[in-house]
């Protein structure tokens, strides 16, 4: 943990190949692999040749239009997507907050999702032990449940889990994308509070919003996306009220 | 190296492992009445009715104990059929996750293996118990064999579960097309037969049939009571080691742009 972290982006493009139906069936392969190769893909650029450097302590937000590429270039430094071309350096143990509960599985209960999640973040079982009774806890999900499958949850149950789990990180470089609404207002406040500390302890914060008072609130600094590319980087004080104004232009 | 790399996030995450192999043995039997019994339920059927159907309707000989010689053969092919079925779905069924975060592709196929590779242990483990005790077998020195020829078995399954896991995201007729291959296989591999049965004529088929080499170690162990040849062992080597160098190939080449196809 003290070991300084960064991220380092150099010329990354992503091109998504776009399927007119995703997975070729045997059948267009055999039968016409021309067809297969040519006709029936389509390739976009996602994100174009981006290149920027994220330093120990800074706070990002990644900000632009819908489609912009910021969800895409998130998942590229999370690692989930091989860039197409340019290089990528991180330093510090990436902890994507990309939308909790994506590991869980409706048919394990609370207890074992716990488990198979927290290992998926990196938690062993020893130290997920110990954690339990605070995740658990800061839930508020009664205990009569925690041995019954997620499925029988409410919607508003899983994500107190998840997100109960997740907060119990202690991540270096944590990203976040379109921070999710967690139960009802009780629990909002409670959460937010305790996302404040998470993100305050991080090396790196990594935020992809539409929301400007949530980037002004956690960013010192903002990426203005469009089209894939970088238009605009420097302090959120700055970048926020012309994107805001911008926005707002194109807007009928 | 690639493969090493692999090796090392295997390791890294084997916590995630462990708990993907817990959660599908768990979930497989949860709200059964007779829950993992299932499991042993089934292979102890399977022989019974083989070896009703192929020694008192057909009049099938192999030499040996009939019971003895489809256990040897049947319960590792079952253990590879299942693999290679789970296999299909191993790395889809997992997509809402791969896309959030980053995980090694190859979790999900080798936890597939070794789950079904626990369900074949146990199995083995309680139906040898019954066999012998019902002195159907003896116990003999050729079982000392018997490890090597499970760990054959075991990486075998493995190298043919990652590539199919891997193919299937681009081509998902790969596992209708193992369903189709599996049936035929079953017949051109010797296990409700002896090889020695076939007429020569059609013998280099069943021969260049890999599973063929792998099952064989079995029969020889445990339903003869020999240890393999020096032969039968360098061709279960053999076939192992294409599987898994060739099937680690295919999923290595095809991992990287698994994540845009699914």
């Given amino acids: ?252 | 190296m690639r493969i090493a790399d692999d090796l090392r996030s295997l390791y890294r995450y084997r916590e995630v492992l462990v708990n993907l192999v817990s959660a599908d043995l768990k979930l497989r039997y949860r709200r059964s009445v007779l829950g993992y019994f299932w499991s042993l339920i089934h292979p102890i059927m399977t022989i019974t009715i083989m070896t009703i159907v192929l020694t008192h309707v057909v009049k099938v000989s192999t030499g040996t104990n009939y019971v003895l010689y489809v256990f040897a053969g049947w319960l590792p092919w079952n253990f590879l059929v299942n693999g290679f079925w789970g296999a299909g779905a191993a790395i889809i069924n997992n997509e809402s996750v791969l896309r959030k975060i980053y995980l090694p592709k190859i979790l999900f196929p080798v936890s597939v293996t070794l789950a079904r590779f626990m369900d074949f242990m146990i199995n083995l483990t309680a139906l040898f118990l019954i066999l012998i005790i019902i002195s159907y077998l003896q116990p003999s020195l050729a079982l000392l064999g018997l490890p090597i020829a499970i760990v054959l078995l075991f990486l075998f399954t493995a190298g043919v579960t990652v590539a199919l896991a891997a193919v299937n995201v681009y081509i998902r007729d790969t596992s209708h097309m193992v369903t189709v291959l599996m049936q035929w296989g079953f017949y051109l591999t010797p296990i409700i037969y002896d090889l020695k049965q076939i007429p020569d004529e059609y013998r280099p088929l069943f021969e260049l049939n890999p599973i063929t080499h792998i099952i064989r170690l079995f029969q020889t162990i445990i339903s003869k009571g020999l240890f393999p040849s020096a032969e039968e062992w360098g061709m279960g080597v053999l076939v192992t080691a294409l599987a898994l160098i060739g099937g680690y190939a295919v999923f290595a080449r095809l991992e990287r742009n698994l994540i845009f196809r699914l």
Avoid at chain 1, 58 to 79: D, F, Y
Avoid at chain 1, 131 to 156: A, Q, V
């Fill in chain 1, 1 to 252: 943990m003290s070991e300084k972290s960064h991220i380092r982006i150099r010329n990354v493009n992503l091109d998504f190949t776009v399927y007119s139906n995703r997975s070729l069936s045997l059948r267009e392969v055999i039968l016409n692999p021309f067809m297969a190769r040519g006709a029936q893909k389509q390739s976009f650029s996602a994100v174009n040749d981006v290149t920027f450097n994220i330093e120990h302590g800074e706070r990002v937000a990644l900000i632009g239009a819908n489609g912009a590429g910021k969800s895409s270039l998130l998942k590229i430094i999370a690692g989930v997507y091989p860039p197409t071309s340019g290089t990528l350096d991180i330093r510090g143990k990436i902890t994507p907050l990309i939308e909790m509960g994506a590991g869980f599985h409706p048919e394990l209960t609370g207890r074992e999702n716990l488990f198979l999640n927290g290992a998926i973040l990196g938690f062993s079982r020893r130290e997920m032990q110990d954690r339990l009774p605070d995740i658990i806890g800061f839930s508020e999900i009664p205990l009569h449940f925690i041995d019954t499958s997620i499925k029988y949850y409410s919607s508003g149950m899983q994500t107190r889990l998840a997100f109960s789990l997740a907060m119990e990180l202690a991540p270096e470089i944590v990203i976040f994308d379109e921070i999710f609404a967690a139960g009802d207002a009780h629990f909002v406040d409670k959460a937010s509070s305790r996302m404040e500390q998470l993100i305050t302890a991080a090396h790196i914060m990594i935020l992809v919003t539409h929301d400007l008072k949530l980037a002004r609130r956690f960013a010192s600094r903002c990426l203005w996306l469009q089209k894939g590319a970088i238009i605009k980087d420097g302090p959120a004080a700055e970048v926020l009220p012309e994107y805001e104004r911008t926005m707002l232009q194109t807007q009928p």
